[in-house]
């Protein structure tokens, strides 16, 4: 298929939201609105992407902060809260957020997930991490962060129970019998009785079945350990590969692991972040980026680098080349994708600071809009990703100039919707509704 070629299918298109703007330096744009409290400012970029129809919007989420952290996620509204907030001011964008295992109780989760899904009519989604910061652990009467094989056996078994609470009552269970003085039905509601290496969760849960039966979920792991629990458990995988050959053995290597988990190759859908940087020229867009880098706070840029690749590398020398550094046990997938377009491009340390403040570690795409819907087409052509999480490095300028002037393209290359087709997260991303385990 050609740049201007049609075809059935359609790519998938999510935002990440960091009220600051993904840039670390994006706040300090002069049009820059900011703030990830600011939830005006949310509501309308969630208005916004809702009109150019896109299918979901995702927040990002840590439980852990400090003075050199990135300008969005050093103070942030609580995302569940920020959820069930957007989902009354919105009718059909999908509603995802990142909430971790780690720290976090599944019964908890699985009520306030199950809430949302109600209160957005079938819109939410759900980011199943582990928690990559250490920092973390000390907020939550914890010594130490557990290791990352153990917090991905946690992850398992708490996805499990949560699906499990999910499943407490069937479909019709609630029946408002007024003659018989019959509310529910017990038939219907089961117990979870779960007991098990890290949870014991008696249940039931109290509320019904979500809309979408479960919401999405969402992983974006992707060390060895993380692929296999994509593999088995998500419907849709956030990625960070910045180049196409990279990005396709990626994909190729879910879809192995996807067949051998017992599921279909084509079960999950490959987004990878996308930051792009629209001009009226590529000369443009080339200055805006570069304003951005003049702009960013040397501290700040590398705290993000640094937590990326799981190493502090504030002491060392900026114009030296990028040590090799021992595997990150944190963000595997940032880490090992940093490290790989450093040795492509023979980068200084401070030049790769620079490259992920700019994208927060996601591939940065600039240009006309045509030359950045022209790449956005090349990945979906290839199969190497069945759509994009899209950044904006501020708002709401970029995002008004990706969303009017690059997805028009796109819809009329027949790569993207003209218009919402259904009403759920799952009818925009194409998946299925699980039924009960009554009914299987």
Known sequence: MGAAGVTTAKMHL????????????????????????????LRG????????????LFFADAVNTGLNAHPGMMVRLEPLTLLAALAVCTRRIGLAATVSTTYTEPYNLARALASIDHISGGRAGWNVV??????????????????HAERYAMAEEYLSVVKGLWDSWEEGAIVGDKARGIFADPARMHMLDHAGRFYKVKGPLNI???????????????????????????EVVFTVQQDLAEAAAFAEDLRDRCEAAGRPRDAIKIMPGVCPVVGR??????ARIAELASL????????????RLGQDLSQLPLDGPVPELPPSTMMQGYAATLASVARRHNMTLRELRDF??????????HGTPGMIADDLTEWFASGAAQGFIVQSTHYPGPLNEFLEQVVPLLVRRGLFRSEYEGVTLRDHLGLARPEHPSRR
Do not use: C
């Not at 992920?356 to 795409?365: C, I, L, W």
């Open 296 to 307: 960013a706070d040397p501290k700040a840029a590398m705290k993000v680098l640094s937590d």
């Open 130 to 147: 582990t928690g990559s910061s250490p920092d973390a652990a000390a907020n939550f009467s914890r010594d130490k962060h557990p290791p």
């Open 45 to 56: 970029i969630a208005e916004a992407a809702e009109r150019a129809k896109l299918d979901l």
């Open 208 to 234: 019904t079945r979500p809309p979408q039966g479960y919401p999405v979920i969402f992983q974006a792991g992707a060390s060895d350990v993380g692929r296999d629990f994509a593999a088995a458990t998500a």
């Open 356 to 365: 992920a403040a700019a994208g927060s570690g996601h591939r940065v795409v």
């Open 14 to 41: 999510g935002l990440i939201v960091l009220g600051a703007g993904n840039h670390v330096a994006g706040w300090r744009m002069p049009d820059a609105q900011f703030g990830s409290e600011n939830f005006p400012l």
């Open 281 to 286: 020229t590529e000369t443009e867009a080339k």
